[in-house]
């Protein structure tokens, strides 16, 4: 919509600026997502956000229901990722009413989160380069191999997308032989996948010439932004919550932590990349290290859950970043008194106008393509 | 490096791979082909769910569900109601009347399974419910949610076997429970008080359940205390102590050995009979303890609403231990009325 | 509009097609719908899902995501409609050219689901624009978007040429009313003449039960 349209410039050349709203419905901004641009012929000169085109009231229907009926709305947070969504959110609350997790249900946490995080990486790189033009191939690819995940989550929890698996104290269903099969099959064919999908796009001239140099965001820009999760790490701020907390079981095992090093879209691409491979290396080890035993606490009760006074911060290294959840426990104990979640995405949003300053508008979208946001997540 | 472009060329090496690849594939699947989805429907696995329906066993009268309304208050979105069946005296009959879930509102997230203690909501696996009306289509009733015991275990056979070894187990031992009781040498808990007195005879239109009938003992006790209320005609709907105090002594009960006492003292406890109205229960705890009076005034459907059985949280509020009086949600506010007024009498409000 | 069913077969038998014009038409439309690309929130991903490989919505012609709505014939509501949202789906539809359908996918779009207590919520897209086909699910597998789409086709091979249909009528509202935030809700909070929930709701009882 332009809502300015330059007059006939009168003695010297100038241009005016136009203001071009992107937005709500675009096929490139991910979801129910507004920009308001404003541009000079061609390039950005302002860029500023607006949000709240899917607020669904997350945090405040959550101080309204119990403990254990917030976790299905966690699914619909980042609906990609409900796993760690589930996670983040049990780990607050057992840190918050001290239950102890059996190692099994840590095991099977870590498995199905590092599912989680090649699902979400591989198909969002399926729709940056959507948003760059690769119509279709990259995204259907992706897709495909999503499908096979969600297979495993299908027969593990019941769903393909809101999986509403974990429980305070473990997890909800045990993961029997014949899914962990499929797991390892899962974790031992993706790696061929992987690089299928580089030898399609890594070295690709129109990706190299599209994603270079553009998009860039500074390390102190995202250390003081306090950006996480990949969009810091290929700025080179070397912070992974699974390293720096050693939450869950993460301390075990052997992996690296992979940073880029100019902080562009091309970077943020590639850390995804290797993000995958380093998941598929601690997926590897822990399925093959899965010990026996109780997958749930056997103490922590389903109803009238109740949680002693006192607050607490839990969070996780979900795939967009840090995702994390503080509550609050009241006398009463079982419902949140507050509830307050901290999103990765809507925080690794607030850089946007500054990567995009003096890029042309088509790169808008791949750099928004290249910050991952999931609008349940930006607006909750 | 090589040439410019070659980049471009791998690419479409890779495409033109999968594209081939595809067709030799149906085997194997491991490009995952298209599911010709009408005619040839992709297998769901065992968890898979989508909405609940009702578990019944044999027949649809003999559902599972007593109505005790937890998943109702349990369930995150709220789409279920439901309202207990009574009889035209008001008396409670274990079984809903109105049992509705609005699945345009349901998040499928199977709470109300995990939360239900008879195991009678489980999760459906049929996904084809797309329709026109919003209204009258999308509102499942008691009759479209009802499904029988062989559909759940021909969709889910692990774990409808599972459920079926252990109702089986729980009434074996309920039926053990029943027969040893009249032999029994008061194994009583200390809290335990002395039986209330018990009727001197049975009402004249008894009807009484022959032994090799084939019912389960959960469904026998259901049956005889139906039966016996059918059969009773004395008291009116039973809230009004006045009429409390008309009918005693010729209140009939129903014979002990139909009544599921479970850690009862020898005799039982008469009164813990889903099938006796208030009143009639409440006569029977006339010259007892706090705590049974209590308990007389549950709904007796040990459905672990408020966390307890019906004995535990009787002794619980006598004891002092749990303040609240409107966690019995079978009883509705008829129980919570009645606790209110014991306690009262008792001096302990 | 009567045709003699015994001779249509007889001429298929040789060979000869003969259809009434209307079925044609129909035949033509059912099989050519062309979705808008527009997303909202979960049920979007299960769309997309839908339109890829492993499930196809190309074999039903309807694979087409157009992403403006001057070409599109059928909107999918896949997601939550927020109050800020829904002045530009009710925009959106009103661009559309008729025929138009709207599916209602998941129980978000249908009664605000799960999220139906929120302030912000829409409790239902059908408060403003004409639903045709209802899906539940939270979000609804591919296959029921599917299926749903196959139900809309059935409804269009059901529609008669020339009569009973919004579009053909000569005072018919191709502009469904926008409405405007008011100082608690939407204004108005629902377009009466598109929603008309039910005035009475009886209780189904267990003598019906019996009866089945």
């Given at each position: 919509m332009i809502q300015q349209i330059s007059p006939i410039p009168t003695g010297m050349i100038e241009t005016q600026t136009i203001e071009v709203s992107i937005g709500p419905q675009h096929p490139s901004t991910h979801g129910v997502f507004r920009m308001d641009a404003v541009l000079d012929g061609e390039t950005v000169v302002g860029l500023k956000p607006v949000m709240?085109?899917?607020?669904?009231?997350h945090e405040q229907l959550a101080e309204r229901m119990t403990w254990l009926a917030s976790i299905p709305y966690t699914d619909r947070l980042d609906y990609f990722n409900s796993m760690t969504n589930n996670w983040a959110l049990c780990l607050s609350v057992e840190k918050l009413a001290g239950i102890k997790v059996p190692e099994r249900a840590e095991y099977i946490r870590v498995i199905v989160s590092e599912l989680t995080r090649i699902l979400n990486h591989s198909c969002v790189i399926g729709f940056m380069l959507q948003d760059l033009g690769a119509w279709g191939t990259p995204l259907l690819y992706a897709f495909r191999e999503r499908e096979k995940i969600l297979d495993l989550f299908e027969s593990l929890s019941g769903a393909r997308m809101m999986c509403n698996y974990m429980r305070f104290g473990g997890v909800r269903v045990d993961m029997t032989d014949a899914m962990v099969a499929q797991a390892k099959d899962i974790v031992a064919k993706f790696p061929r996948f992987l690089d299928e999908f580089e030898q399609l796009l890594s070295n690709n001239e129109v990706l190299l010439a599209r994603c270079q140099k553009v998009g860039i965001l500074p390390k102190e820009l995202a250390i003081n932004a306090s950006i996480s999760g990949p969009m810091a790490r290929a700025s080179g701020v070397d912070y992974d919550i699974r390293k720096v907390d050693k939450y869950g079981v993460y301390g075990r095992f052997d992996f690296r932590v992979p940073l880029g090093e100019v902080g562009d879209v091309y970077d943020r691409y590639y850390i995804r990349v290797l993000e995958m491979r380093e998941s598929i290396k601690i997926l590897n080890q822990a399925l093959r290290d899965l010990p026996a035993g109780a997958f749930v606490a056997p103490e922590v009760k389903l109803r009238n859950f109740k949680i002693p006074p006192g607050d607490g911060y839990g969070r996780v290294e979900a795939p967009k970043g840090e995702l994390g959840f503080y509550l609050v426990s009241d006398e009463g104990g079982k419902m949140p008194y507050r509830y307050h979640c901290r999103p990765p995405s809507f925080i690794n949003l607030t850089t946007l106008e500054d990567m995009c300053l003096g890029h042309k508008v088509a790169d808008v979208v791949i750099i928004l393509g290249s910050v991952d946001i999931v609008l349940g997540e930006v607006d909750r | 490096m090589g040439f410019l472009g070659k980049g471009l060329f791998q690419g479409m090496a890779v495409t033109a791979r999968n594209f081939v690849g595809t067709y030799f594939d149906r085997g194997t699947r491991e490009k995952l082909v298209t599911y010709q989805y009408p005619e040839e429907k992709p297998p769901l696995p065992e968890n898979s769910r989508s909405f609940p329906f009702l578990v019944y066993d044999g027949t649809p009268d003999a559902m599972r569900c007593v109505a005790c309304k937890i998943c109702e208050t349990e369930c995150p979105p709220q789409c279920i109601y439901i309202v207990m069946d009574r009889d035209e005296k008001g008396?409670?009959?274990?079984?809903?009347k109105v049992f509705d879930i609005d699945i345009s509102v349901c998040m499928q997230c199977q709470i109300c399974v995990e939360v239900c203690p008879f195991e009678a909501i489980k999760m459906d696996n049929d996904y084809e419910k797309s329709q026109y009306g919003r209204f009258d289509d999308l509102i499942e009733h008691l009759p479209d949610l009802l499904k029988s015991n062989e559909y759940y275990n021909e969709i889910k056979p692990t774990e409808a076997k599972a459920v079926d070894a252990k109702l089986k187990a729980e009434a074996e031992k309920k039926a053990k429970k029943g027969t040893s009781k009249p032999a029994a040498a008061a194994p009583a808990k200390p809290a335990a008080p002395a039986p209330a007195p018990k009727p001197a005879t049975a009402p004249a239109g008894k009807i009484t359940i022959p032994e090799d009938a084939p019912f389960t003992a959960e469904q026998r006790a259901w049956l005889a205390g139906f039966l016996s209320a059918g059969g009773v005609a004395t008291s009116g709907t039973g809230v009004s102590p006045v009429a409390v105090a008309e009918t005693t002594g010729e209140t009939p009960v129903p014979l002990p050995e139909a009544t599921p006492a479970a850690e009862a003292p020898a005799g039982g406890w008469p009164w813990h009979d889903p099938g006796l109205g208030m009143s009639q229960r409440m006569d029977l705890v006339k010259a007892a303890p706090l705590a049974d009076k209590l308990m007389a005034a549950m709904a007796q459907t040990d459905c672990h609403a408020c966390g307890y059985d019906c004995r535990g949280y009787a002794d619980a509020i006598a004891a002092g231990s749990e303040t609240d009086l409107s966690l019995c949600l079978p009883g509705e506010a008829e129980t919570a009325k009645k606790l209110e007024e014991l306690m009262k009498e008792a001096g302990k409000l | 509009m009567a045709y003699d069913e015994g001779l249509k077969s007889e001429l298929q038998k040789s060979g000869i097609f003969v259809l009434p014009f209307e079925q044609l038409y129909n035949w033509g439309r059912k099989n050519s719908i062309w979705p808008l690309q527009f997303g909202l929130a979960c049920c979007a991903i299960e769309m997309i899902a839908s339109a890829a490989s492993r499930y196809d919505l190309a074999r039903f012609g309807a694979e087409v995501f157009r992403a403006t709505p001057r070409q599109a014939d059928l909107m999918i509501v896949a997601g939550t409609v927020t109050k800020k949202m829904l002045p530009q789906v009710v925009r959106l539809f009103n661009q559309m050219p008729e025929p138009k359908y709207v599916i209602a996918m998941g129980a978000c779009a249908i009664s605000g689901g799960p999220f139906k207590d929120g302030y912000n919520v829409l409790k239902g897209v059908d408060r403003f624009i004409p639903v045709d086909v209802h899906i539940p699910g939270c979000p609804p597998r591919p296959e029921a978007l599917i299926h749903a789409i196959m139900t809309l086709q059935r409804k269009i091979a059901g529609q008669t040429l020339g009569q009973d249909q919004r579009w053909y009528e000569k005072s018919a509202t191709t502009e469904f009313p926008i409405p405007a935030f008011g100082a608690h809700d939407l204004e108005p909070p629902a377009n009466r003449e598109v929603w008309q929930p039910p005035r009475n709701y009886t209780d189904v009882t267990i003598a019906e039960v019996l009866k089945k």
């Amino acid at each position: 919509m332009i809502q300015q349209i330059s007059p006939i410039p009168t003695g010297m050349i100038e241009t005016q600026t136009i203001e071009v709203s992107i937005g709500p419905q675009h096929p490139s901004t991910h979801g129910v997502f507004r920009m308001d641009a404003v541009l000079d012929g061609e390039t950005v000169v302002g860029l500023k956000p607006v949000m709240g085109y899917l607020h669904r009231n997350h945090e405040q229907l959550a101080e309204r229901m119990t403990w254990l009926a917030s976790i299905p709305y966690t699914d619909r947070l980042d609906y990609f990722n409900s796993m760690t969504n589930n996670w983040a959110l049990c780990l607050s609350v057992e840190k918050l009413a001290g239950i102890k997790v059996p190692e099994r249900a840590e095991y099977i946490r870590v498995i199905v989160s590092e599912l989680t995080r090649i699902l979400n990486h591989s198909c969002v790189i399926g729709f940056m380069l959507q948003d760059l033009g690769a119509w279709g191939t990259p995204l259907l690819y992706a897709f495909r191999e999503r499908e096979k995940i969600l297979d495993l989550f299908e027969s593990l929890s019941g769903a393909r997308m809101m999986c509403n698996y974990m429980r305070f104290g473990g997890v909800r269903v045990d993961m029997t032989d014949a899914m962990v099969a499929q797991a390892k099959d899962i974790v031992a064919k993706f790696p061929r996948f992987l690089d299928e999908f580089e030898q399609l796009l890594s070295n690709n001239e129109v990706l190299l010439a599209r994603c270079q140099k553009v998009g860039i965001l500074p390390k102190e820009l995202a250390i003081n932004a306090s950006i996480s999760g990949p969009m810091a790490r290929a700025s080179g701020v070397d912070y992974d919550i699974r390293k720096v907390d050693k939450y869950g079981v993460y301390g075990r095992f052997d992996f690296r932590v992979p940073l880029g090093e100019v902080g562009d879209v091309y970077d943020r691409y590639y850390i995804r990349v290797l993000e995958m491979r380093e998941s598929i290396k601690i997926l590897n080890q822990a399925l093959r290290d899965l010990p026996a035993g109780a997958f749930v606490a056997p103490e922590v009760k389903l109803r009238n859950f109740k949680i002693p006074p006192g607050d607490g911060y839990g969070r996780v290294e979900a795939p967009k970043g840090e995702l994390g959840f503080y509550l609050v426990s009241d006398e009463g104990g079982k419902m949140p008194y507050r509830y307050h979640c901290r999103p990765p995405s809507f925080i690794n949003l607030t850089t946007l106008e500054d990567m995009c300053l003096g890029h042309k508008v088509a790169d808008v979208v791949i750099i928004l393509g290249s910050v991952d946001i999931v609008l349940g997540e930006v607006d909750r | 490096m090589g040439f410019l472009g070659k980049g471009l060329f791998q690419g479409m090496a890779v495409t033109a791979r999968n594209f081939v690849g595809t067709y030799f594939d149906r085997g194997t699947r491991e490009k995952l082909v298209t599911y010709q989805y009408p005619e040839e429907k992709p297998p769901l696995p065992e968890n898979s769910r989508s909405f609940p329906f009702l578990v019944y066993d044999g027949t649809p009268d003999a559902m599972r569900c007593v109505a005790c309304k937890i998943c109702e208050t349990e369930c995150p979105p709220q789409c279920i109601y439901i309202v207990m069946d009574r009889d035209e005296k008001g008396k409670p009959q274990q079984r809903p009347k109105v049992f509705d879930i609005d699945i345009s509102v349901c998040m499928q997230c199977q709470i109300c399974v995990e939360v239900c203690p008879f195991e009678a909501i489980k999760m459906d696996n049929d996904y084809e419910k797309s329709q026109y009306g919003r209204f009258d289509d999308l509102i499942e009733h008691l009759p479209d949610l009802l499904k029988s015991n062989e559909y759940y275990n021909e969709i889910k056979p692990t774990e409808a076997k599972a459920v079926d070894a252990k109702l089986k187990a729980e009434a074996e031992k309920k039926a053990k429970k029943g027969t040893s009781k009249p032999a029994a040498a008061a194994p009583a808990k200390p809290a335990a008080p002395a039986p209330a007195p018990k009727p001197a005879t049975a009402p004249a239109g008894k009807i009484t359940i022959p032994e090799d009938a084939p019912f389960t003992a959960e469904q026998r006790a259901w049956l005889a205390g139906f039966l016996s209320a059918g059969g009773v005609a004395t008291s009116g709907t039973g809230v009004s102590p006045v009429a409390v105090a008309e009918t005693t002594g010729e209140t009939p009960v129903p014979l002990p050995e139909a009544t599921p006492a479970a850690e009862a003292p020898a005799g039982g406890w008469p009164w813990h009979d889903p099938g006796l109205g208030m009143s009639q229960r409440m006569d029977l705890v006339k010259a007892a303890p706090l705590a049974d009076k209590l308990m007389a005034a549950m709904a007796q459907t040990d459905c672990h609403a408020c966390g307890y059985d019906c004995r535990g949280y009787a002794d619980a509020i006598a004891a002092g231990s749990e303040t609240d009086l409107s966690l019995c949600l079978p009883g509705e506010a008829e129980t919570a009325k009645k606790l209110e007024e014991l306690m009262k009498e008792a001096g302990k409000l | 509009m009567a045709y003699d069913e015994g001779l249509k077969s007889e001429l298929q038998k040789s060979g000869i097609f003969v259809l009434p014009f209307e079925q044609l038409y129909n035949w033509g439309r059912k099989n050519s719908i062309w979705p808008l690309q527009f997303g909202l929130a979960c049920c979007a991903i299960e769309m997309i899902a839908s339109a890829a490989s492993r499930y196809d919505l190309a074999r039903f012609g309807a694979e087409v995501f157009r992403a403006t709505p001057r070409q599109a014939d059928l909107m999918i509501v896949a997601g939550t409609v927020t109050k800020k949202m829904l002045p530009q789906v009710v925009r959106l539809f009103n661009q559309m050219p008729e025929p138009k359908y709207v599916i209602a996918m998941g129980a978000c779009a249908i009664s605000g689901g799960p999220f139906k207590d929120g302030y912000n919520v829409l409790k239902g897209v059908d408060r403003f624009i004409p639903v045709d086909v209802h899906i539940p699910g939270c979000p609804p597998r591919p296959e029921a978007l599917i299926h749903a789409i196959m139900t809309l086709q059935r409804k269009i091979a059901g529609q008669t040429l020339g009569q009973d249909q919004r579009w053909y009528e000569k005072s018919a509202t191709t502009e469904f009313p926008i409405p405007a935030f008011g100082a608690h809700d939407l204004e108005p909070p629902a377009n009466r003449e598109v929603w008309q929930p039910p005035r009475n709701y009886t209780d189904v009882t267990i003598a019906e039960v019996l009866k089945k």
